[in-house]
């Protein structure tokens, strides 16, 4: 039995009842094993009423069990019902993006690592397990494997939701120690899965140790990679904001694909994180049949920028193994791009980056508007199309 106080700001599972109703979450089995009243965060009340097994999944869609079964086996399924309750129709931009499909078993192309994140693959020695150090001055420090909604696009699709890949507090120790025997870094990005999975005083204790190692580092950050905005923006209270706040300057990089995102519940969370001084930023990824179309893409990043949130990449997908039904060609994004670009406010433009696969980086892939640079002149077409020259200094 669930009973959902909203407007407490809380809910109460009690989970001496129907087991069914309980998520598979790591967290509500902890819960359940206790067969006890708890009080829960509101939003970890919904997150426990998630779709996440192949016949609740089944029973949504109308897809065969066996076909679900199958994908899931390999490739984990949680849709919460926030989030479930965006879709509109079947196969529309948010069911593609949360929805197990059989294409992902089918489409063989690409790698399980394109970005090559994974300990074998780091150029550096001593690296730990949950730290990817690529660039001199940042590393990415990977502290939850667990999202509240599995994109089936996701970048990291081969390892988020295997309960046995969680982080384990050694490993974030060493991740720690890690950060305060290299000087050199200054930015650190937690990220995941979605660090904000963690509850308030694990997640605090990490930010923490970290703000305190880098206090003595010239312009040095902690950056939070989260898509907890969008997909579950109830995760979003005073309390996780007033917390942020005792450690800035802290960033967060959200992610957002379609405008039905965009909803009264996704900016109130975005605008509560500005409201406590939070920059909030927001990364797309350029998804087939998702967000591959330049007024779509353009109604998102105006309605980013209404709740204050600032645009500043869209991704070309990374050739995944499982997800190269989602790519489009880069023309598409560089049409988008065009599309945007001079057509509403600069604020509204991301850069389109394509990241090199083998840990390459990430590469502008705007499209060019110079014609020309000569000694004398630059010559340049604009948004309109119409050719205009730039005088150089001589
Ligand atoms: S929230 Fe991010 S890490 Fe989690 S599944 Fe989606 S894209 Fe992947």
């Keep these: 039995m669930l009973i959902s106080l909203s407007d407490l700001g809380t809910s109460i599972i009690n989970l001496m009842g129907n087991s069914d109703e309980i998520s598979e979450t790591q967290e509500a089995k902890v819960y359940c094993d206790k067969s006890v009243m708890i009080l829960l965060p509101e939003w970890k009340g919904i997150l426990g009423r998630s779709l996440s097994g192949p016949r609740a999944i089944s029973d949504f869609t109308g897809l065969k069990e066996r076909e679900i079964t199958e994908v899931c086996k390999r490739y984990p399924a949680l849709i919460n019902p926030y989030y479930l309750s965006l879709v509109k129709e079947k196969n529309d931009p948010i069911y593609k993006q949360c929805i197990p499909s059989k294409e992902e078993l089918s489409d063989d192309f690409g790698q399980e690592d394109p970005l090559h994140e994974d300990p074998e693959h780091q150029k550096r020695l001593g690296v730990p397990s949950l730290v990817t150090h690529r660039y001199p001055d940042r590393i990415l420090f990977r502290v939850s494997n667990q999202c509240a909604m599995y994109c089936r696009f996701c970048t990291r699709k081969r390892k988020v939701g295997d309960v046995n890949k969680q982080p384990t507090w050694k490993e974030i120790l060493q991740a720690l120690d890690y950060i305060r025997a290299h000087e050199e870094i200054r930015d650190v990005l937690l990220s995941g899965g979605d660090p904000l999975m963690l509850n308030d005083v694990l997640l605090e204790k990490i930010i923490k140790e970290v703000h305190f190692i880098l206090r003595n580092r010239k312009n040095s950050i902690i950056r939070i990679g989260t898509r907890m905005p969008c997909v579950l923006p109830q995760r979003i209270t005073p309390e996780l904001c007033a917390m942020f706040k005792r450690y800035h300057p802290l960033y967060?990089?959200?992610?957002?694909?379609?405008?039905?995102?965009?909803?009264?519940?996704?900016?109130?969370?975005?605008?509560?994180?500005?409201?406590?001084?939070?920059?909030?930023?927001?990364?797309?990824?350029?998804?087939?049949?998702?967000?591959?179309?330049?007024?779509?893409?353009?109604?998102?990043?105006?309605?980013?920028?209404?709740?204050?949130?600032?645009?500043?990449?869209?991704?070309?997908?990374?050739?995944?193994?499982?997800?190269?039904?989602?790519?489009?060609?880069?023309?598409k994004g560089q049409e988008i791009y065009r599309a945007?670009?001079?057509?509403?406010?600069?604020?509204?433009?991301?850069?389109?980056?394509?990241?090199?696969?083998?840990?390459?980086?990430?590469?502008?892939?705007?499209?060019?508007?110079?014609?020309?640079?000569?000694?004398?002149?630059?010559?340049?077409?604009n948004f309109e199309g119409n050719l205009h020259e730039y005088p150089q200094i001589k």
């Design 252 to 331: 967060i990089n959200t992610h957002f694909n379609h405008p039905n995102e965009i909803t009264p519940e996704s900016r109130r969370a975005c605008e509560m994180l500005a409201d406590h001084g939070i920059p909030v930023g927001s990364q797309s990824v350029l998804l087939k049949g998702v967000n591959d179309d330049p007024e779509v893409m353009k109604e998102l990043m105006q309605g980013l920028v209404s709740m204050r949130v600032r645009p500043y990449y869209i991704y070309q997908a990374d050739p995944v193994k499982g997800t190269n039904h989602f790519r489009t060609r880069v023309e």
């Design 340 to 381: 945007i670009r001079g057509h509403t406010s600069g604020l509204c433009v991301p850069t389109y980056v394509i990241d090199a696969p083998d840990g390459g980086g990430k590469v502008p892939a705007i499209p060019s508007y110079i014609q020309e640079i000569t000694y004398e002149k630059v010559v340049m077409r």
